[in-house]
């Protein structure tokens, strides 16, 4: 966890607010370094429980989770590195309410102690790439295809990353292909969850399809007689792109209260346009969603979001970079005792970088955040001020550390024409050292 102020030092002393482990990595093919590694991974560790886990406390509970994790890892390279083959296999022991337990009432007495659970993981992966340089139409054309297969356990969980997402199965197939400025992806992926199927849960699967095409015009111009780069058309390097996100959820085994059927459908269409220019950049992109939910628990949703941002970069010491965004959401299809409502949230924003000298730099951050609903439940502005100060005192270089010291500020003002009690104001300043070391060994 992140220390604050000098009371904790470095914050390792800490025995219940601590990972440690040990990561040993092999390249056994001394010829070839770079055809297979092997890592071995081992690790424990405590911290305080995650809010939303299974077996967390409330507000006050003072509950400490523990856990050890280890792994192995074999990832290489065959065929003038045209396949890769990985592979991982983890296992977790983790105790959601730590060794000691919990006080669920805070009376000082440990009223629940959980069993320890145990889980494992593991994924798999194999990419092929047939053509790297294959030559059509005088240009190069590559193309590369993989399969996936990942499985994280129900209880899989790693004191090193407590909010990863764990009870899931995939299966994933993938394609690429590059050719004259244009790159198309394709992905097709079934995943379920309840993988220990659980008797009293139900189980679902979610299909995905992930398509991407991007097209970059090959630029054609040449240096002139002097050898200088004729400056680009009035509209710069163009870059455009379209994706399209498809998901559909089904319940394949009943339980609880989940009968089997269709659950969930969500369509993501987003289309994106950058120009570059030798000193500055612009960019445009529109996003459209649409979620329908089939059992009438949550309200169906369709989004729109509208974004254009650009960076300058005015003489040797100053950039700027300008973004505005509009986003609206708008709900229908209520369950019973939920009232639908559209959602407009506009968002302008403006970062500044200077360089006063090549130790000293500053950074500015403005930011402008307005959501009103149809139902009055919000209608609040926010602004948003950073700042900071950095001044590099020495290079890392060989046995010498680096050493940067930092003043860092940051307001926050919000004006809710709601609940007064919801407005406030407030800052934070912070002088900071920061000391990084690249020994040579």
Same mark, same amino acid.
Do not use: C
């Given at each position: 966890?992140?220390?604050?102020?000098?009371?904790? +030092?470095?914050? *390792?002393?800490?025995?219940?607010?601590r990972?440690?482990?040990?990561?040993?990595? #092999?390249?056994?093919?001394?010829?070839?370094?770079?055809?297979l590694?092997?890592?071995?991974?081992?690790?424990?560790?405590e911290?305080?429980?995650?809010?939303?886990?299974?077996? &967390?406390?409330?507000?006050?509970?003072? &509950?400490?989770?523990?856990?050890?994790?280890?792994?192995?890892?074999?990832?290489?390279?065959?065929?003038?590195?045209?396949?890769?083959?990985?592979?991982?296999y !983890?296992?977790?022991?983790?105790?959601?309410?730590?060794?000691?337990?919990?006080?669920?009432?805070?009376?000082?007495?440990? %009223?629940?102690?959980q069993?320890?659970?145990?889980?494992?993981?593991?994924?798999?992966?194999?990419?092929? &790439?047939?053509? &790297?340089?294959?030559?059509?139409?005088?240009?190069?054309?590559?193309?590369?295809? +993989?399969?996936?297969?990942?499985?994280?356990?129900?209880?899989?969980?790693?004191?090193?990353?407590?909010?990863? *997402?764990?009870?899931?199965?995939?299966?994933?197939?993938?394609?690429?292909?590059?050719?004259?400025?244009?790159?198309?992806?394709?992905?097709?992926?079934?995943?379920?969850?309840?993988?220990? %199927?659980?008797?009293?849960?139900?189980?679902? !699967?979610?299909?995905?399809?992930?398509?991407?095409? #991007?097209?970059?015009?090959? #630029?054609?111009?040449?240096? +002139?007689?002097?050898?200088?780069?004729?400056?680009?058309?009035?509209?710069?390097?163009?870059?455009?792109?379209?994706?399209?996100?498809?998901?559909?959820?089904?319940? %394949?085994?009943?339980?609880?209260t989940?009968?089997?059927?269709?659950l969930?459908?969500?369509?993501?269409?987003?289309?994106?346009?950058?120009?570059?220019?030798?000193?500055?950049?612009?960019?445009?992109?529109?996003?459209?969603?649409?979620?329908?939910?089939?059992?009438?628990?949550?309200? %169906?949703?369709?989004?729109?979001?509208?974004?254009?941002? !650009?960076?300058?970069?005015?003489?040797?010491?100053?950039t700027?970079?300008?973004? *505005?965004?509009?986003?609206?959401?708008?709900?229908? +299809?209520?369950?019973?005792?939920?009232?639908?409502?559209?959602?407009?949230?506009?968002?302008?924003?403006?970062?500044?970088?200077?360089?006063?000298?090549?130790?000293?730099?500053?950074?500015?951050?403005?930011?402008?955040?307005?959501?009103?609903?149809?139902?009055?439940?919000?209608?609040?502005?926010?602004?948003?001020?950073?700042?900071s100060?950095?001044?590099?005192?020495?290079?890392?270089?060989?046995?010498?550390?680096?050493?940067?010291?930092?003043?860092?500020?940051?307001?926050?003002?919000?004006?809710?024409?709601? #609940?007064?009690?919801?407005?406030?104001?407030?800052?934070?300043?912070?002088?900071?050292?920061?000391?990084?070391?690249?020994?040579?060994?």
């Amino acid at each position: 966890q992140d220390v604050v102020g000098a009371q904790e +030092g470095f914050g *390792v002393g800490d025995s219940e607010n601590r990972t440690d482990g040990l990561v040993i990595t #092999s390249r056994p093919i001394s010829s070839r370094r770079d055809a297979l590694a092997v890592s071995v991974t081992a690790l424990s560790g405590e911290g305080p429980a995650v809010a939303g886990a299974t077996g &967390t406390g409330t507000a006050g509970d003072s &509950t400490v989770a523990a856990g050890r994790a280890a792994s192995i890892v074999a990832d290489g390279n065959l065929l003038d590195r045209r396949m890769r083959l990985r592979g991982e296999y !983890a296992v977790t022991r983790y105790d959601f309410d730590g060794s000691r337990g919990r006080d669920t009432d805070l009376n000082g007495t440990i %009223d629940v102690n959980q069993a320890a659970e145990k889980d494992k993981a593991y994924a798999a992966l194999v990419t092929w &790439t047939p053509w &790297t340089n294959k030559m059509v139409n005088n240009k190069p054309l590559a193309w590369n295809m +993989g399969v996936e297969n990942k499985r994280l356990g129900t209880f899989f969980k790693s004191p090193a990353n407590p909010l990863g *997402v764990a009870d899931r199965e995939l299966v994933r197939a993938f394609t690429g292909v590059n050719h004259a400025g244009f790159d198309a992806q394709l992905s097709l992926g079934r995943e379920t969850d309840n993988v220990n %199927d659980i008797a009293l849960l139900p189980q679902t !699967a979610s299909l995905q399809t992930v398509m991407s095409l #991007s097209f970059t015009p090959q #630029s054609s111009q040449v240096p +002139g007689p002097d050898g200088k780069t004729p400056p680009p058309p009035w509209y710069g390097q163009p870059t455009f792109n379209a994706t399209m996100i498809l998901l559909d959820q089904d319940v %394949d085994k009943a339980g609880s209260t989940l009968s089997v059927g269709p659950l969930n459908e969500t369509r993501n269409t987003s289309l994106t346009a950058t120009f570059t220019y030798p000193t500055w950049s612009w960019s445009l992109s529109h996003t459209r969603g649409e979620n329908t939910n089939f059992i009438n628990t949550a309200v %169906d949703t369709q989004n729109r979001m509208t974004q254009a941002n !650009a960076n300058f970069r005015v003489g040797e010491k100053l950039t700027l970079g300008p973004t *505005v965004q509009y986003n609206q959401i708008k709900e229908s +299809g209520a369950p019973t005792g939920i009232t639908a409502k559209d959602t407009d949230t506009t968002t302008a924003g403006l970062n500044l970088g200077y360089v006063f000298t090549p130790k000293l730099n500053g950074n500015l951050g403005l930011n402008l955040n307005k959501v009103k609903t149809t139902d009055n439940s919000q209608h609040a502005t926010t602004h948003d001020v950073t700042g900071s100060l950095n001044w590099n005192l020495s290079q890392a270089q060989g046995a010498r550390p680096g050493v940067t010291v930092s003043l860092e500020g940051q307001v926050h003002d919000v004006e809710d024409r709601i #609940s007064t009690a919801s407005t406030i104001n407030n800052y934070q300043v912070f002088l900071k050292v920061s000391v990084s070391w690249l020994p040579v060994l």
